[in-house]
């Protein structure tokens, strides 16, 4: 079975600070890998999905994050925060050939200005 | 493109009771999903519908359960409402191709259980 572990419930960042948030995947096999964010009250969105071309995927708004299988990781960065990226962000892993894909805790981003 | 929409926004219940919950689908999508997201968790898998048969189940009792109609429109019901049912429930859809699909998801629906 697959599964995500998001490092830190919270992180806190400053207006135009490196965002880092980290998510280390399970999976016997390279997995579908994605990132989705969820602003309060609403569904989420997604940001970025790595499905096995290149390791360095680019997504919306500006994030980026990089599939590394020596450390079953799949970090997502974006280099300069705004303040609307303050939201929560989840990672989430699905097995080849399977349509469902089991999210993780969630990681609360905070921007400070 | 209308995108997921759900209904109702809000909704409030008592232990014991029965509610459904409604998800339309993005045009031309064929596959729902329906998740419970709890405060401060993940979105946990309830059940997926696929041209309008059950597809994937999550760990949830059978008192949870769903339909997807020829257009492709959902409904999630539970039966029996528990405290613990208490929560934001996202219905996600999506059009299968390849080996994975993208899924979008409807605003969600908070209930709570009084």
């Known amino acids: 079975a697959q599964s995500v572990t998001q490092l830190g419930s919270h992180v806190s960042v400053s207006e135009g600070a490196l965002v880092l948030l980290r998510c280390n995947y399970s999976?016997?096999?390279?997995?579908?890998l994605f990132w989705y964010v969820q602003y309060p009250n609403q569904g989420l969105q997604l940001l970025l999905k790595?499905?096995?071309?290149?390791?360095l995927v680019k997504g919306i708004n500006g994030f980026e994050a990089e599939f590394k299988k020596s450390e079953t990781s799949f970090h997502l960065t974006k280099p300069s925060a705004h303040m609307s990226d303050a939201a929560e962000y989840f990672c989430a892993v699905s097995a080849r050939g399977s349509y469902i894909p089991t999210f993780g805790r969630g990681t609360s981003l905070i921007v400070h200005p | 493109e209308t995108g997921v929409t759900q209904s109702p926004t809000h909704l409030i219940k008592t232990r014991g009771q029965q509610v459904t919950l409604r998800c339309s689908s993005q045009s031309g999508h064929n596959t729902v999903s329906w998740y419970q997201q709890a405060l401060g968790q993940g979105p946990q898998f309830i059940f997926q519908y696929y041209r309008e048969e059950e597809n994937g189940r999550g760990n949830f009792p059978p008192r949870f359960s769903g339909l997807q109609f020829p257009n492709y429109s959902s409904e999630l019901n539970v039966n029996a409402l528990e405290l613990d049912d208490s929560a934001l429930y996202l219905c996600a859809s999506s059009y299968r191709t390849g080996e994975t699909s993208e899924q979008y998801f409807g605003p969600g629906t908070r209930l709570t259980v009084t």
């Open positions: 999976s016997s096999v390279p997995p579908y």
């Open positions: 790595y499905t096995s071309a290149a390791t």
